[in-house]
């Protein structure tokens, strides 16, 4: 795993805390524990292979943070969560390490510590290279009472990731939804785990309640929606016809959705890996096959 990170990331502190040197939030989150459903279980629960982990948070239910990084695609790598809980849901909530870094420890001085400087979190501030300027904004930012705080730290002013913005015409990024806003024109290289809505793709999710208090859908289906993205739609041949037609970016899409398990997975990833000349895809696919590979009585979805 140190391999694939060195060859991803430029900042060591990316590795420090994936590996355990630095452990922000417990002694479970380094990546020995990837696809844990509990603090103590090192059972592999998979990732869709989009995501790669770099610290778990077991808080309650258990929450991924890692790299969104789209092989074969256009798409600028960034940072985000993934949830469990809610269907392998995918959001982008940092564009660059110092967002990263910055919001995950303003997370722990509000979650863990309490809102208290300890000496234990200035320790860690440290290890993280947290300057004390940085740090004097925590206090003031931490009493606002909203939703997602630490998109009011400064260094997220510039290049706001997606679980920042609430109007679509703020945001210049890659991917392609939150959970009220979905960025139309970046649609046609997004993965099905990156939709929050999934009535955006033409999904009927049935309305729940007494029939009569049921209403008109809040999302309505786009216009335009990739065939990876649509219901009802035989997804392993439609791997297939991407790869005789050589369109490798829309056939690594489609197996970041439904209709696989971890297996049918890792035979498509070795696929792709013949295609590719990227040393840290190569190394990413033997190491996400060899964790997860095997397994074929889970389905994503």
Same mark, same amino acid.
């Given at each position: 795993?140190?391999?694939?990170?060195?060859? !991803?990331? %430029?900042? #060591?502190?990316?590795? @420090?805390?994936?590996?355990?040197?630095?452990?922000?939030?417990?002694?479970?989150?380094?990546?020995?524990?990837y696809g844990a459903t509990s603090k103590n279980d090192?059972?592999?629960?998979?990732?869709?292979?989009?995501?790669?982990?770099? &610290?778990?948070?077991?808080?309650?239910? =258990?929450?991924?943070?890692? !790299?969104?990084?789209?092989?074969? /695609?256009?798409?600028?790598?960034?940072?985000?969560?993934?949830?469990?809980?809610?269907?392998?849901?995918?959001?982008? %909530?940092?564009?660059?390490?110092?967002?990263?870094?910055?919001? +995950?420890?303003? @997370?722990?001085?509000?979650?863990?510590?309490?809102?208290?400087?300890?000496? @234990?979190?200035?320790?860690?501030?440290?290890?993280?290279?947290?300057?004390?300027?940085?740090?004097?904004?925590?206090? @003031?930012?931490?009493?606002?009472?909203?939703?997602?705080?630490? /998109?009011?730290?400064p260094i997220f002013i510039e290049n706001q990731p997606?679980? /920042? !913005?609430?109007?679509?015409?703020?945001?210049?990024?890659?991917? =392609?939804?939150?959970?009220?806003?979905? &960025?139309?024109?970046?649609?046609?290289?997004?993965?099905?785990?990156?939709?929050?809505?999934?009535?955006?793709?033409?999904? *009927? !999710?049935?309305?729940?309640?007494?029939?009569?208090?049921?209403?008109?859908?809040?999302?309505?289906?786009?216009?335009?929606? =990739?065939?990876?993205?649509? #219901?009802?739609?035989?997804?392993?041949?439609?791997?297939?016809?991407?790869?005789?037609?050589?369109?490798? *970016?829309?056939?690594?899409?489609?197996?970041?959705? #439904?209709?696989?398990? #971890?297996?049918?997975?890792?035979?498509?990833?070795?696929?792709?890996?013949?295609?590719?000349?990227?040393?840290?895809?190569?190394?990413?696919?033997?190491?996400? /096959?060899?964790?997860?590979?095997? +397994?074929?009585?889970? &389905?994503?979805?």
């Open positions: 795993m140190k391999e694939i990170l060195n060859e !991803i990331c %430029s900042d #060591p502190r990316i590795t @420090e805390i994936s590996m355990g040197t630095i452990r922000p939030f417990s002694e479970y989150s380094g990546w020995e524990y090192k059972a592999d629960f998979p990732f869709p292979p989009l995501f790669i982990p770099i &610290i778990i948070d077991y808080n309650s239910t =258990p929450v991924a943070e890692g !790299i969104i990084k789209h092989w074969f /695609c256009e798409r600028e790598y960034t940072f985000g969560y993934i949830d469990f809980g809610n269907g392998f849901l995918i959001g982008e %909530s940092a564009r660059s390490y110092e967002q990263f870094i910055e919001g +995950m420890l303003f @997370e722990q001085f509000i979650d863990q510590f309490n809102y208290v400087m300890t000496d @234990e979190f200035l320790s860690l501030a440290k290890k993280l290279q947290i300057s004390k300027e940085d740090l004097s904004k925590f206090y @003031e930012i931490s009493e606002r009472e909203t939703n997602n705080t630490e /998109c009011f730290l997606l679980n /920042c !913005i609430y109007n679509k015409n703020n945001y210049d990024g890659s991917h =392609p939804s939150n959970e009220s806003v979905i &960025i139309e024109r970046n649609i046609l290289q997004a993965s099905f785990f990156e939709i929050f809505q999934k009535e955006w793709l033409g999904y *009927d !999710i049935k309305n729940r309640g007494f029939s009569f208090f049921n209403r008109k859908p809040k999302y309505q289906p786009l216009d335009n929606i =990739p065939d990876w993205l649509k #219901p009802d739609i035989e997804k392993k041949e439609l791997f297939e016809y991407y790869m005789v037609k050589k369109e490798y *970016d829309k056939a690594w899409l489609t197996i970041n959705g #439904p209709g696989f398990n #971890p297996n049918e997975v890792g035979e498509r990833l070795q696929r792709l890996k013949q295609v590719s000349t990227e040393k840290a895809f190569h190394l990413w696919a033997d190491f996400w /096959c060899s964790k997860y590979g095997y +397994m074929d009585s889970f &389905i994503f979805v």
